[in-house]
């Protein structure tokens, strides 16, 4: 099993930043990517961004240029930066791990998720 637990949401102002980051624990081999979704209310839950282990970034394109992933293999830790924040961006965000290789995915684990809400 994978246990990954979130921090960092919170209540901001348009234009803002926030950070959230994630923390891996338990069965951590074979992990494919690491990354975050976002579900906002009345919507479906959508990638926001992801990477592998060979730094390999996959963005929404609606956060590519405000958004950066990073991950820390040795750690077993991924962060989302968020800068210049939109109301549109309020959602819970969650944390998520696939397993796998190629294209090839074994398994999927997510965190409990942490609300992010901007104010304009």
């Known amino acids: 099993q994978v246990q990954l637990v979130e921090s960092g949401g919170g209540l901001v102002q348009r234009g803002e930043s926030l950070r959230l980051s994630c923390a891996a624990s338990?069965?951590?081999?074979?992990?494919?990517?690491m990354g975050w979704y976002r579900r906002a209310p009345g919507k479906q839950r959508e990638l926001v961004a992801s990477v592998t282990g060979e730094g390999i970034t996959n963005y929404a394109d609606s956060v590519k240029g405000r958004f950066t992933v990073s991950r820390d293999n040795a750690k077993n830790t991924v962060s989302l930066q968020m800068n210049s924040l939109r109301p549109e961006d309020t959602a819970v965000y969650y944390c998520n791990l696939k397993k796998g290789s190629g294209s090839y995915v074994s398994g999927e684990y997510w965190g409990q998720g942490t609300q992010v809400t901007v104010s304009s």
């Open positions: 338990g069965s951590l081999f074979n992990i494919h990517s």
